[in-house]
């Protein structure tokens, strides 16, 4: 039997959201179970088990790799052994991009070798590489401002660093030299390009990560350099001398290959065709292990949902967790997604993807019906105790929830405080060690919480805004 409302769950409640309005009023059972979620996930999860099964098991499996086939085998047996039901691989077809061997070394004045990483998707350079002299650009904007043809023969080079901030904006900001620049640069003759890597590491350790050229412009080759190197780099060029460099890139496009998105469900007690959408990726990039991106968001995922599972009596909507394939080489998986269960979207009650590391969740950011958002406050006030605020209602949630955008699934978005995620983001330093199990045991007490309250409490979060306009 249930038992009356309580007015200390609101209480806690409006205390803990307050950003937008009144806190709607939890059921007194469901705020009793959420705690109960909260403490049990605080005590010690079996997150950072998977961490480590998945980086030392599988460890890098960019799209299209033998690691990625490893991974898919991996989720399917984990999830059936965590006693997932409808565990199933829905096929999807992936690019497959290699990186091959790759040097870089300044030539002249003073010779010396970089560390360097081909941008993913980068074409190779000719037999021999590419030795040309280095022109410098202190961000995207000053190379697009350079004239026509102003490059012929040179190789471009963006200098701009990222900041470090807790939400990750730094990245935001610098990453779109990453897409653009190669593009950009041979527009102006250029024959290679060089970045400053996206990453706030000063390691000696380079950032890859997907650039992407324009149709009907030279595809020409491009590798981001680590810290270190652009300060070396950029010295050299301050000196006043010309500075020649040398760039050999192994990289090559194969065959697109056979990957799948891999799916375990929690079944809903009464609303089963009611879904809870709880992401991550899958696939990673290739230089490290995949550890915290985003073995770190499917192991809170999957351990946050497993635990719902075990609760005594099940939620009454379906908590579907999906390990996306390819999110980082062009969106596969969450396209293929969209387009396999178009029909079940205005079903998805809500979504929401963990993809930003292992830091510790501090806001909970949303895109619901304005008249949902006494809901979020509620479960705002739910996290409180776990250190988590309110946050807008503007969240773009995960990059694999934006091809369900058009469907308007309600999105709820469990920011991460990123501020030292992009020290071994798309590095060879994304290895398990970097990860604080106590900080993977929150996260996953603020996803198992939101999801079964989200699963369990009557009513939704309506249909979301148009989404906001993403860089
Ligand atoms: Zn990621």
């Not at 991106?293 to 995922?301: N, Y």
């Amino acid at each position: 039997m249930r038992r009356p409302y309580r007015s200390f769950a609101f209480v806690l409640a409006v205390l803990g959201g307050g950003a937008c309005c009144r806190a709607a009023e939890l059921p007194q059972g469901v705020a009793d179970t959420a705690a109960a979620l909260r403490s049990g996930a605080l005590a010690g999860t079996g997150a950072f088990d998977l961490v480590r099964s998945l980086s030392h098991e599988v460890g890098p499996r960019l799209a299209g790799s033998p690691g990625d086939k490893a991974a898919v085998a991996w989720g399917l047996a984990k999830l059936r052994e965590l006693g997932f039901a409808n565990v199933r691989a829905d096929k999807v077809t992936v690019p497959h991009w290699e990186r091959g061997a790759e040097v870089g070394e300044i030539v002249t004045p003073h010779p010396q070798p970089v560390v360097l990483a081909a941008l993913g998707g980068s074409v190779g350079t000719p037999e021999g590489g590419i030795t040309a002299e280095v022109v410098r650009f202190a961000d995207l904007a000053a190379l697009q401002a350079a004239p026509e043809g102003s490059l012929a023969g040179k190789i471009a080079f963006v200098d701009n660093r990222m900041q470090r901030a807790q939400d990750g904006s730094g990245y935001g900001r610098a990453v779109g030299a990453r897409g653009a620049g190669p593009t950009e640069a041979a527009r102006r003759g250029a024959l290679a390009f060089l970045l400053r890597s996206v990453g706030t590491s000063n390691d000696r350790i380079a950032h890859t990560g997907a650039t992407r050229y324009t149709e009907g412009v030279t595809r020409i080759p491009a590798a981001a350099l680590s810290n270190p190197d652009a300060d070396l780099l950029a010295a050299r060029l301050a000196g006043g001398q010309p500075v020649r460099f040398h760039l050999e890139l192994g990289s090559r496009y194969l065959p697109d290959a056979e990957s799948a998105n891999v799916i375990g469900e929690i079944v809903g007690r009464t609303n089963p065709e009611e879904i809870i959408l709880l992401g991550c990726h899958l696939d990673s990039w290739d230089l490290g292990m995949g550890a915290a991106d985003d073995g770190a968001g499917c192991a809170i995922v999957i351990e946050a949902a497993r635990r719902i599972g075990a609760l005594e009596r099940r939620p009454r909507r379906t908590v579907r967790v999906v390990l996306f394939a390819n999110e980082e080489f062009g969106l596969s998986g969450a396209r293929a997604y969209a387009e396999r269960y178009a029909a079940d979207l205005p079903r998805h009650i809500v979504a929401a993807e963990s993809d930003f590391g292992s830091g510790k969740v501090y806001r909970l950011s949303s895109r619901v019906a304005p008249e949902a958002l006494p809901r979020v406050a509620a479960l705002a006030g739910l996290l409180a105790p776990l250190g988590v605020t309110q946050g807008d209602n503007e969240a773009g949630g995960g990059a694999d929830l934006i091809p369900m955008a058009p469907a308007r699934v309600p999105v709820l978005s469990l920011d991460q405080d990123g501020s030292a995620y992009f020290d071994i983001h798309h590095t060879i330093n994304d290895t398990p060690d970097k990860i604080d199990p106590k900080d993977l045991d929150q996260n996953v007490a603020v996803w198992a919480v939101t999801a079964y309250v989200a699963a369990e409490w009557p009513g939704d979060f309506g249909r979301a805004p148009e989404p906001p306009a993403r860089r």
